[in-house]
């Protein structure tokens, strides 16, 4: 079974939804440790100015607004939304918010490529125009060519920015510089709160110096909107974590009039059980599905044994069809002698073309599932898992989530059924509900070494060597 294991490391590593407070503090190995505190002033017209409150640590960001606490946490790459009068927290990844700003780059990108065709050359809308995107997202596209900002430095020593030949931004900085141990946590800071663009940030930690004054210009539509961020005061100070260890998980606390999120926390309890092996009597052993898959075959019921396999698939990826892994102690059939026994069985060859047939149509695809009828099966629920994701990628949602529910009620601890819900997410661009499923999937126990989740590991890896500025 050594083949199949786990990676302990690889699990440890994802400090996701199923951990407590207690838990992440102890994965971090919190302890007080010195921090930079800057009590800024937001201003906008002449509306009355709002606080922010930002406390930098050496791997971490806290920001306080409207009553709001964010903490950005780089060591454990999350970020967590905390409520101080509940003493609750939401326990979000930072991948998911990194792809998040990725996708949009992307789809902006392309939105834009197809305005300029259609518009035969017509300026672009400013939500479109390559700068701003990049400054709302905090990423530079693919272009060769870099969006062209102009920096010129004024009588005052001020920054000055401008895109277009008009002021994008101004920066006055400070006396104080910006203490070394603290950089990395306060451009951080610039990136995931403040609408700048890259090149203007790579400006700001040239200068080195925290900002005195600071002039930003955003856009809603085709306005501009100016914003002014005053640095009220600074000082060093020496503290614990944020995060107290005494505060409860809740995983999509305050998305109550979120469609998307509501079906989610339906499934949640089920998800959260599973990985604590509560589900059930646990995950099934390997060997548990080779002796099925046996019976099946001395029985020579090929749809029964189709659709063990299938599940042992979704649960140990797909080595787990290969007799040279895994227990020796129980029977294993190999593939030539499998493939004759689904040959034989109408039910296990439609079962066969629905999971390879390259079918380009979502539709036909979810109607080939469809008609894969498995009640008279105790393991029917797998079909349900396959024909979640077609009805998904059809556009079906809220049907994809009641075969999403079914599967998971059939067995919580199949690792592809959460690839595949969170894959669904994505579908819908919210990344922070697809990373909740990711992370709860590689927090089921017996986690193989190479399952369908794998993906989203070499995902993460490629979001941090492209972007490691948001880590």
């Known amino acids: 079974m050594a083949q199949l294991a786990a990676s302990s490391t690889a699990a440890a590593e994802i400090a996701g939804p199923p951990l407590d407070a207690a838990a992440l503090r102890a994965a971090r190995n919190a302890a007080p440790g010195p921090e930079l505190r800057l ?4 201003r906008q017209g002449s509306a009355p100015w709002i606080p922010i409150a930002v406390a930098l640590g050496t791997d971490y960001v806290d920001v306080v607004e409207g009553g709001r606490e964010t903490l950005y946490d780089f060591r454990l790459r999350r970020r967590f939304m905390i409520d101080r009068a509940k003493r609750t927290f939401t326990n979000l990844s930072l991948y998911g918010d990194v792809a998040f700003r990725r996708f949009e780059l992307g789809k902006r990108a392309m939105l834009g490529a197809m305005y300029h065709d259609a518009a035969h050359g017509d300026e672009l809308p400013l939500s479109l125009k390559r700068f701003w995107v990049e400054s709302d997202v905090g990423m530079v596209g693919e272009e060769p060519e870099r969006a062209a900002v ?6 005052d020593g001020a920054l000055e920015f401008r895109f277009d ?14 203490p070394l141990e603290f950089r990395s946590s306060f451009l951080h800071f610039l990136r995931l709160r403040l609408p700048l663009h890259p090149e203007i940030i790579a ?11 600071m002039v930003l210009v955003d856009i809603a539509g085709e306005e501009r909107h ?12 020496f ?40 589900r059930g009597k646990g995950p099934r052993p390997l060997a548990d599905y ?43 059939h190999g593939a030539d002698e499998l493939g004759r026994l689904l040959a034989s069985d109408p039910r296990a060859t439609r079962l066969y073309e629905a999971q390879t047939r390259p079918l380009k149509d979502a539709q036909e695809a979810a109607q080939l599932w469809e008609g894969l009828r498995a009640d008279d099966m105790a393991n029917g629920y797998v079909i349900d898992a396959f024909l979640a994701d077609r009805l998904s990628a059809s556009g079906h949602r809220r049907e994809a989530m009641g075969a999403f529910a079914k599967a998971l009620a059939g067995n919580a601890y199949l690792g592809a059924v959460y690839k595949l819900l969170g894959d669904h997410y994505l579908r819908a661009s919210r990344t922070d509900l697809a990373w909740i499923c990711y992370d709860i999937g590689r927090a089921l126990p017996s986690r193989p070494k190479d399952d369908a989740l794998t993906e989203v590991d070499e ?13």
């Open 39 to 42: 009590d800024f002033e937001l």
């Open 150 to 155: 102009a920096e010129e430095m004024l009588t």
């Open 165 to 178: 030949d008009q002021e994008v931004a101004l920066y006055a900085p400070a006396k104080q510089a910006v």
């Open 203 to 213: 400006a700001i930690a040239r200068d080195g110096r925290l900002p005195q004054r």
């Open 226 to 237: 100016t914003e002014g961020l005053v640095l009220a005061r600074s000082q060093r100070a």
């Open 239 to 278: 503290a614990d974590f944020p995060l107290p260890a005494g505060f409860e998980p809740r995983p999509l606390e305050g998305l109550a009039g979120d469609d998307e999120a509501v079906g989610l926390r339906a499934l949640l309890s089920t998800m959260l059980d599973a990985v604590r092996g509560r």
């Open 290 to 332: 080779r002796r099925a898959i046996d019976e099946a075959f001395r029985r020579q019921q090929g749809f029964a044994a189709a659709l063990t396999i299938a599940e042992m698939t979704l649960q140990y990826g797909s080595a787990a069809s290969d007799c040279a892994v895994g227990p020796r102690d129980v029977p294993c």
């Open 459 to 471: 995902l993460e890896a490629g979001l941090a060597a492209q972007y490691p500025g948001f880590f």
